[in-house]
Each structure stands twice: as C-alpha cells, then as structure tokens.
C-alpha cells in the first residue's frame, strides 16, 4: 500500500475543500499585493481554526514542507508569497476571521489573525470605543499581517505602531505548539517578552492565529489642519509647537512636499488645495479632542497663530467643514495613487531621528540630483513619528524604464545617506523577501548576529517563511 | 610560573580599584534592598564603560564564572544579588552613569545604564522636556534596573512602563559581544525585536549598558483629585468616565482602600484625609494638561460632577494648592512606609485584567478570610493600569511572625485567584530569584519551553545571572 501523499495527509487534517493545489486558483495566494511577483506553492491551505494551524506545522514539520504565513497579503516587500521552487505551502489565515471576544470595561479586543483591519474598526466602533490603526489597505488587510509585518500608518504619533496596540498574542511555533499568550494585560513581568518578538517577525519564528489588541476612548472631536511651511526645518519646529500646545490631543502630523501635492492635484483634479498659493512644504495636522469641536478649533488657533508670528509657518486653513477635513486627507492619502497615474518611481519606506530629518532630507536630495540630474523627489510621510516616504521618480523626457534600470544604485545613495544619519531602511513595511539582503549589510555584525542565534533557536529547520527577514 | 588567578586578570583588565573581593565591602552589593538576603560573591567588579563590561564578560566566559549585573539595586525580588555559592561575580554598572547625549528636537536622551533616575529626570527638565518613569525608589534606582526589570511605576496609565519609554538599547552579549543598537528612532521595522528581548530578561540574556530614552514636552499644568467610592466596581466606573472626559490628559488613576489610608493617617498624623467622612475606598486622580491649571481644574470639576451626579463617587476633593496635591499624593506614596511601621506583612504585585479587578478583590478578600479569619488586606495600587499590591497583614492579636509561617499557603490562595482571572503574579517587580519558581508553576508548558529556548540560545553556558527569571 502506498504511503498517503502530504497533500493528501493535508486534506485529511483540514477537509479537501481546505486545500488548493490548482495553480490557476493559487494565483491569488502566490501573487504579491502590488503584482510584481508571482512565486509557486506545493499548495495553498486554509485551517479554520489554530487546532487545525497547529496540526499543520506538524505536519510540515514531519515532511520538511516550509510554510508562508499569509493574511491579508498586502505586504509590499513580497513577505507574503512563496518563492518560485514551488516547495513551500502558502498558509491562508482568511478563514479564521472571529473576533472572540470585546471587553468594553478592559478597552480590549480578542480576534483572530484573519479578522479585516476594517472589520476591527467596526466592531470597536460598535463598543463606542476605537482601535487606531490606520492603513490605507484597511479594506483587506488583516491583523495577522499588521502584527507580522509590526505595521505603522498615520496614527503612529500618538498611538504607536501595531506592536503598540497589542496585549497578548496566540502564537503556534515552528514544533506545531500553541503558545496561549493572550494576555489581556498591561503591566506583566513575568518572563521574556515573546510577545514582542513573534510581532514584526514576518511569520519566520512563528504564526500568529490571535491577539488581543487595545482599544482607546473615542475622541469628542476632531479638527483638521493644513500649513504652509518654507522647509523640513520649519515642520520640526511646528511639530515641536504643536505637542507644545496640544499635547497629546495631536494624533496626526503629516510631511507634504510641493510636488506631491501636485501630482495629487493634477491627477484628481476634484481635490483642491486648501491654500490659495503653492509653497514649498506643507503639513497636514490632526487634533483629537476629549472635549468638543470648539475647544479643538480654538487649540488649532492658538497653534497656528503663534505659528505665523514666530515665522515658523507660512499660511495655514483649518476645516471648517467634514468636508474640508476629508479634502485635507484626500490630499495626503493620494498621494501613492497620483504617483502611479504620473508613472513608475524607486520607493523607499525609510525613518531617521526627527531631528535630523532636514539635514537627510537636503543631502539625499543633492546625491540624487548630482548623480540623476533632474530626478523628482515625491517625498512626503509620517514626519511626527520620524518616518518618510521618500520616492524618486524619472527627470522629465526620461523613460522610467530606463530609469529603473538605476534602482540598485538609487537605493544604494538612499541607503546609504540613511545609514550616515543612524536612520533605518524600513520604518513600516518590513523586510520580507526585498530588503533583507541590503537591511543586514547595513546591521553590524553582533544584530545580525543575534537575528540568526534567535531563528535558529525557534525555527531549527528553517521551515517558517524562510528567506524572508534574514538572507 | 603560575597562571594568573581570574581576579588578577579582572584587575588587570578594569583597574585594580574597580575590583572588590573583602566580603565586608561586598556586603552592600550581596545584600538585596529589603535587607532579607545576603549572598556571597567572588568579586564585585566596576567596569567603567562598555569596552571594559565586554572584557569582563569575556572572562567570565573563559572562566565559567556567573555575572549578577547590578545596577541600582533596588529591586524587590532578590534579582540583583548572587546566591550563597560564591562562584558569581557581581557586575555593577553604577561607574557608568554618563548621560551620552540629549537630543531635545528628537526628545531622546541616551544614557549608561549606571545613570539614576532622579538624574535623568533632573537633565531631561534642564532641556525643558520630561522623562515619565516615577518610581518611590528614584533617588536610587537605575536606568539598567529598570529596564531590565521592566520597571512600572504611577504614570504607567498614560506613559507605559520602562519598556514603552525606551527606544533602543546597548547590550553586552553573553559571548562579550557589543550590541549597539542605540536606535533613536520611533520606527523602526528592520528585524527581530531584539530590545524588548533583552527589556524585562532581568539580566539573565545579556547586560544593558546603555539606553535611548523617550522625552515628552512638559505638561503646562497638573491637577490632583481625591475621590470617594463605594467599591472597585465604582472605582472601574470612574476610570471609564475619566477616560471619556478627560482622554490622555488622565494621568494617574490610583486606588487606595480604607485600610491603606488609615494606616497612613495613623502612622504619619501630620498627613490629613482631603475628604470630611471615611468611605471603603478611594480614588487618587492626577491630569496633566497642555493648557493651563484652569483648564485642567475645569476639566475635572465638569468630571466629578458628572460622577456625582451619576452615584459613581460618594465624595471628592480638587487639590486647590500645590500642598494640598502633595498630600494627596503623600497618601498614596506613604502606604509602603505606613505598612512597614504597622508590621510585616505578605506582599503581592499582581495584574489581572482591568474588567475583572472588581471580583477578583472581592474572590481573593473572601478565601483569605474563610482561611485566615481577621486578616488585614492592605489594598491599593495603579487601578488605570491594572495592577494592585494586594498585601495581607496578620489578623488583630497575631503576631507577624506566626503570621508569617503561612506565607507559602497565603501566596497560594492569591496567586491560584489571579490565575483563575487570567492575571499573573508580578505586574511590575519582576521575578528574580523569588518568584520564578511559582510563576513556572503557573505559566503553560509551550510559554515554559519558549522561554528555556531563548535562554539557551543567547546564554548557552548559563553565565548571565544564572537562578533569575527561570527555575
């Protein structure tokens, strides 16, 4: 009698309509978010519940089988698909989408990694409370991938990156274990802090099926800016005015250059700039209020009236309207968007000290024009938490397919000026399976070091996404 | 010729000043805070900087000889001093209190590990900003405790623990190696979480040696308030009105029972109750507000009215001086003192999830007194956080010391309690050498395991503070 194929055993564990192997009906599951990649999957597997995650790392384990994590898979450096040997299988969270549990009276929330990053909204909207995080991809990414992927967005601030808003976490390891971490506590010292080291691993020490994330009081209101700044050094010194005057009421704080602005205004042309002249910065700024409205309203004012005095800004409009507000933020959220209707451009996701953000930003941007003279910088990014998103495009009349040809060495002047001002290159979209190999030549010898003594430890086989993270 | 002995070679690599081996002058650094243990040790050694604790490490290495790193030493779970055995050295690191650097537009400050919290809070308010940590030890405490601690403290509400208020760190390997991954960044997503690995490891997987810390813009005025509640559930209630009216502005959110206040007033007369009648429990309430005193005094009139209104609070007080705040909060600092002139008694620094708090008090009350009838809770601690010291005192007439005798029992039936509501048994202390045997007991099999597993890789001849955090 033949021994039962993996595939086969596969099925046994999960039910067969659990576990595609169709390439066709893989596609999706093996295809990155952004449709630069496609890789190959043995197949793709979707367990309903961690029993069944479990009893499949088992399995894997049993026959050297390595396995991507996948959520939401809305990473954007291929952390979640496989490669092109076609060994791995693809781990589908999507079905295990509960949330377990709302705990209005403890500001917790239990859910399962493939719950919808929207879905968490909701429901904590739901218990009249709010979980922050906030994403773009918040229409299908999942939490198991925001954990993962220790995932950041606008709301970063004040609230903290996805590591930030969780308590505890459900984890199974590369043996087939269910680690039941799912504390639902704020203080806990009672041993290492595994927690924090399964988030933003990339699922190469372990899967994530759970979390209790926190959940925070709704504010009253909430007001929305937009000033005119000369340069990056002028911003600091708003943002520096801003926790001055408001606190911890600011929750948004957002570096707009001049030319991403235009590209969002040429592009959609409905979006119109609240600012009757152009300058050469702006930021877009968001308080949270306890109160009301009218006591964010007159904080703004204070803020932006010392503001304008002390020279530090240029001009500044407070919506007066939600629909001013929501213009506010179409302007900065569109960016990405104009970018891709104006052509292709090299992305770096990077973050350096706030404090040294005006010099990094003058000296990457004259390497760049001595090297590609005529190169267009879209740089714009979470400036209040010390994280860009400094983007070069082509100079006019330049092809971006020749232009792309430069990546390797535009990332390489990127980099390195990053490197020179103790920045890092990436500040929230990871490493996964394109920026590993760069990311450790910049790690000196005892991190990567240590990145590989704890792999090593958790993941003896090498089984858990593997050639992601570390090269 | 002979070999030089180990110490020779200690000498020779830090200075023959920076070695003590008279168990007279050792005694200070074998003796934990609480003077209930003295161990004994082969050397007190005194690196002066990071070079010089990598050499030692190195040594030890060759040598196989244990470190106790010790900083402060102020903790409260024997996990700062050597065992009876004499083989380990002990590693102080209070020559290297150096603060590195402030960068005041990136509101990080670098600092050795050997730096005392009351200095660090003393330079972080000489450049204008503010380091939150507040603990009753700070006038001796270290940096290096505290993080590798985890250390908790009366702003945890708002501002986190240590682990929250560090943004990178420098580390001595357990090979001698020199991690410097001093990131002054609030981004960062390039690998394994390594800092908070090493954040809360109490020493046992490599030596702190240096650390980034968060600073925050002062706030522009604070406001205490002393509240009258019937029960925690109210005190829960109160919490969750604060956190509408008042958001992060909330600072402080302290429970204090009868009991705990009476001892104090008993003990230290000159300090008065801000409230006329007694009530079961009570509630210290602090605001810090980016706008002005008047501000935060309306703020918490329009909160407790509300309260009042709602039966939530029987009775409350606003501090109308700075006096009357400091004896609010003389209150609740002076608990610990009060309960030492009282007499001895079973402490527990426990969290269970905020929600639960209100039963689980009430469970662990009940089973104490069906056991030990008459015995005395002295309840109080950092509600907004969840945690509580819950420290049971000998019944009227019972003398500590045959109290005392039932101390493993007593533990059992609160920390058996905490585990039935999901809490754990150190909140805030950690575990050291006191508690890691019984929280063993209660951590799962795979948490078990994990743990174990990290020691080994990063501590494979278990050097670094061998006997602390795991059995």
Redesign the interface.
Known sequence: MTQPTFIELCKKLIGSDHVITDPAKMLPFVTDYRKRFTGKALAAVFPGHTRQVADVVKLCKLHKVPIVPQSGNTGLVLGSVPDESGKAIVLSLKRMNRIREI??????MTVEAGCILDHVHTAAGQANLMFPLTLASSGSCMIGGNLG??A?GTS?L?YG?A??LCLGLEVV?ADG?????L????????????R??F???EGT?GIITAAVLKLF?R?KAQQTAFAAVKSPEDA?KLL?LA???????LTAFELISRYSLELVTRHFPEILSPLPFTYPWYVLLEL????SDEHAAR?FEKLLEHAIEEGVISDAAIAQTLGQSRTMWQLRENISAAQSKEGKNIKHDI??????FGEFIETADRLLEQYFPGCRMVTFG?LG???LHYNVAAPKGVSDESFLTHQAEINRIVYDCVNQF??????????GAL?HVE?ASY??G??N???K??????DPDNLMNPGK??P
Chains 1, 2 share one sequence.
């Open positions: 705990d209005a009276n403890n500001n917790t992927a220790n950041g970063v004040r990156t590591r930030d390891t274990d269910v680690w039941n971490g504390y639902k506590l704020r203080k806990n010292n009672t041993g290492y802090d595994l924090d080291l988030i933003g691993s020490l009081p504010p600091l520096s926790q001055r005057f408001c606190g911890d009421s949270s209020d306890a109160e904080q973050a350096v000290p706030t404090s040294l979470h938490d010390g994280s103790k920045g890092v290159i990436s500040a929230e979209h990871g490493l920026k990311n790690k000196s005892s991190e070091r240590l990145m003594t704890l792999k090593k430890a958790l993270v570390l």
